[in-house]
Structures are given as C-alpha cells and as structure tokens.
C-alpha cells in the first residue's frame, strides 16, 4: 500500500485568522461528503491505473478543521480503507524529523551547525582521513558526498532493502569510504547522513535516538500513535506494505544503525 499526504495550509508568512466558529454536524457532514467526492475524482483514476498504487490516504486540512478520506484496501486480504488511526513507515521522511532534532539541538546550543561531526561520534566510530572535515550541516544538508546507502550494505531483499546491517559493519563502511569530492562541495542524496547525524545527536545529548525522538518530538507535538522502530512490529491498525502481485513486503530495516533513515 501506498500513502499520500494532502495538506491545504495557509502560507507560513501570512497573519493567522481568528477560531473559525465552531462547525456544527449538520454544516461539516456535507462539506466533508464534498470534499471526498472531489478528492475521489482525482485519486480513483490514479489507482485504476497503477498495479502498484494500491491505495491512498488524503489528510485535509482547512483552517481549524481537519478530515482524513482512505481509497483503496489496506492490503490484499483487508478490504477496510485506512482512516486517521492507521498507522505505517514513513520511510524517508524520517530524514526531516532527524533534521527537526538537529534544529531543536541548535536551538538549545547544544551543537551548532558548523561543529565537525567527528567530536559527536561514538567512541569506536571512525571516518576516513577525506571525510573529518564533514559537520553537521554537511550531514543535514546532504553534502557530505557519501553514496546512498554503505557500500557493504548487502540487502536480502533488492526491493524491501531488508538487512541486518550492524554496527560493525557500518564502522567498517565509515573507515574506508573516500568521497569523490570534499564535504560541503555537491549535493548528493544519501541514507548515511542521516544516521550519522542521529548517532551524533544520540551522543551529544547522552540519549538514544528512539528515547530523543520519543521526548523532543512526539511528546511535545502529541504525536501518540508514533514511534520508531526498527524491528517490524504489527498491530491490527497497521498498513503492512505489498507489492504488485499482492506479496507482503520484507522490512526494510532489522535492527541497523541505518534506522533512523526511514523506520519511524
């Protein structure tokens, strides 16, 4: 299954209205049956035509009002669409939020962005001569010019990316990496910037990173049915993710400094 995120806001620079008056259940029912009707016309065609579209979350939001419209069933055995409460991997948005714990990090000057990378590395952990002059922002910004994920990141599943790539192995991968080009120079998209930017905040604020999500981000934007977890875990809300042919995917990471790339 696949998930799409519909926002309707207003610009971050324009004045904030006064409460919108309270809309009663008579007035918002048709408005919402309006609203999905619209949505419906362009997301159905999409999932007509696309074996590996199968369905689609919409999230709406309107001033003070928000409403959640599912197309599409969660999965080849579940007719049922997803709703609000459904829960599933965001996978590389994950990226943002580790950018977000970086910020708040600054934020409290705890780090600044200039920092090299290497005083907030784990005791064990070592990079290669040509990447010590990486910092933090090179890291939040993708520039550090790592490839996109280790290169003895052997997946068991080419599609699912689904490994049990270790510490060890990553502290190999960081040893020997050379970039094509200093740190700072190319934008270059990469998985590994991010999980050595949430092992350096990891270690500057002396937690791990699920508990440093958990208290500086969840909790603090009320995000209750969100978590990080890097081992599969499965509840009756869950949107398990399949493939074409209707075959239940791998996840994608098993317990691997990698993690915090996508498995929130």
Not at 87 to 108: C, N, P, R, Y
Not at 132 to 159: E, K, M, Q, Y
Not at 189 to 202: C, H, N, Q, R, V
Request: charged share 25%; glycine share 4%.
């Amino acid at each position: 299954g696949a998930l799409a995120l519909l926002a309707c806001t207003r610009p971050a620079d324009a004045p904030r209205p006064p409460p919108a008056p309270t809309v009663t259940a008579q007035v918002r029912e048709p408005r919402l049956a309006k609203a999905r009707e619209k949505i419906a016309a362009i997301v159905q065609p999409i999932l007509a035509e696309n074996e590996k579209q199968r369905a689609v979350g919409v999230v709406l939001i309107d001033a003070d009002e928000t409403a959640t419209f599912g197309f599409g069933p969660r999965n080849a055995s579940d007719a049922r669409p997803m709703d609000a409460e459904t829960t599933f991997e965001v996978g590389s948005i994950a990226k943002s939020m580790v950018g977000v714990l970086l910020a708040d990090a600054v934020g409290k000057r705890e780090v600044m962005l200039d920092d090299p990378l290497e005083r907030y590395l784990p005791e064990g952990v070592e990079l290669n001569a040509k990447l010590r002059p990486a910092t933090l922002v090179h890291l939040a910004t993708v520039t550090t010019g790592f490839s996109v994920f280790p290169h003895n990141w052997i997946p068991l599943d080419p599609v699912a990316h689904r490994t049990r790539y270790t510490l060890k192995e990553f502290k190999d991968f960081l040893k020997t990496f050379e970039p094509a080009e200093a740190p700072g120079r190319a934008f270059k998209y990469s998985a590994i910037d991010t999980a050595l930017l949430a092992m350096a905040l990891a270690e500057r604020t002396h937690m791990a990173f699920p508990a440093l999500l958990q208290k500086r981000l969840f909790e603090p934007l009320e995000m209750k049915h969100s978590e990080y977890a890097n081992r599969w875990q499965s509840d009756e809300n869950r949107l398990d993710g399949y493939d074409a042919d209707g075959a239940l995917r791998a996840p994608r990471i098993d317990d691997s400094p990698m993690g915090p790339c996508c498995a929130i």
